[in-house]
């Protein structure tokens, strides 16, 4: 599977920026995906994951501010996020790979995408 975010860019603190990221290529229906950033100088992050059964879990970061959505019918993910912060800043990954039973926060993916920036200040 192929996976290309976009959307990316800058916003002020306390604004909204969409992210998407469109998966082509063959995909195992049991695979999960998710969306995770990585900040300057620290570990790539878990943000959202959804499970095969429709189940999406959040990291306790992002509740409540971000919200993912899979659209299986054409392939996409977004990531909507709203007030957001400057710890937001960071460049988001889409992820695939397989987990089954294991779509969770501490699932680890094998195929990501390129990253789009998000870089929160004012």
């Known amino acids: 599977v192929k996976l290309v975010e976009s959307g990316g860019g800058s916003v002020q603190p306390g604004g909204s920026l969409r992210l998407s990221c469109a998966a082509s290529?063959?995909?195992?229906?049991?695979?999960?995906m998710g969306w995770f950033r990585q900040a300057p100088g620290k570990e790539r992050e878990a943000v959202a994951i959804f499970s095969p059964l429709g189940i999406t879990v959040y990291s306790d970061s992002v509740k409540g501010r971000f919200t993912a959505s899979k659209n299986n019918g054409n392939n996409t993910l977004t990531l909507q996020m709203n007030r957001v912060k400057p710890e937001d800043t960071a460049m988001y990954y889409c992820?695939?790979?397989?987990?089954?039973?294991?779509?969770?926060?501490?699932?680890?993916?094998?195929?990501w995408g390129q990253g789009t920036q998000v870089t929160v200040s004012s």
């Open positions: 992820a695939a790979g397989p987990g089954g039973s294991y779509c969770n926060i501490h699932w680890r993916p094998n195929t």
């Open positions: 290529g063959y995909q195992d229906a049991s695979n999960c």
